[in-house]
């Protein structure tokens, strides 16, 4: 097992600009998130997904699309970079429908000037 | 609002001292408290404590659940210089399919 992997791991783009991060598992897992980490702030989570089909809004949503077409991928969209979306990106699942012992990807760093 | 705290933000030992991490939260209706482990990329998990399990153990690391006052501490003993890491908190609120993650507290080891 891959477990989550997250595509790019670095990212650097121009205020305006949009782009997608990838997420995918296959581990089978219902459960996925997205979570944006900044310094002294700890993990926020961005949106979430509970099966393909179904999405909701976490903490910090602004700025962010999400959509879960099938089970395995989750990727995170921004629509128009703004310098305040700099910041390390997490990716999450669990087996259950539920956050119990998620498992993160190894994170997207981007950085938007 | 719902709200975990983490204390302190940052500790520095030296290794073989022992250290105790604090985490406090308010929830509504609260079910579990998660430990995770952040070294440079992703969080890793160590503990799950619940309402039926408020104490759990793994070698050097023990964490302990005060369902009363609110609040779970990590303890590791014997620090070691690998255990330099970012240790968050994190709860579920019931009927919120989330987790709320306390600001993490680093701990640094030194030789």
Same mark, same amino acid.
């Given at each position: ?31 996925? +998130?997205? *979570? ?14 509970? &099966?393909? #089909? ?32 700099? +910041?390390? *990106? ?14 993160? &990807?190894? #994170? ?6 | ?111």
């Amino acid at each position: 097992n891959a477990g989550v992997t997250q595509t790019p791991k670095f990212q650097v783009l121009k205020t305006g600009q949009s782009m997608t991060l990838q997420c995918a598992q296959d581990m089978n897992h219902e459960y996925m +998130s997205w *979570y944006r980490q900044d310094p002294g702030m700890g993990l926020r989570l961005i949106h979430y997904s509970v &099966g393909a #089909g179904i999405t909701d809004q976490g903490e910090v949503p602004n700025g962010y699309n999400v959509s879960r077409s099938t089970t395995e991928d989750f990727p995170l969209r921004l629509l128009s970079a703004a310098p305040s979306q700099t +910041s390390v *990106y997490f990716c999450a699942s669990s087996y259950q429908t539920g956050p119990y012992e998620q498992y993160f &990807g190894p #994170g997207t760093r981007l950085t938007v000037t | 609002e719902d709200k975990v705290v983490q204390s302190p933000l940052s500790l520095v030992v030296h290794e073989g001292d022992t250290v105790t991490l604090n985490c406090s939260y308010e929830v509504t209706n609260f079910r579990s408290l998660l430990w995770y482990k952040q070294e440079k990329k992703a969080p890793t998990f160590l503990f799950m404590l619940t309402s039926s399990g408020i104490e759990k153990k793994s070698g050097r690391l023990s964490s302990i659940l005060d369902k009363k006052e609110l609040f779970s501490i990590l303890n590791i003993t014997a620090t070691q210089t690998g255990d330099s890491a970012v240790y968050l908190c994190a709860v579920p609120p019931r009927g919120a399919q989330k987790l709320v993650f306390g600001q993490g507290t680093r701990l640094t080891i030194n030789p």
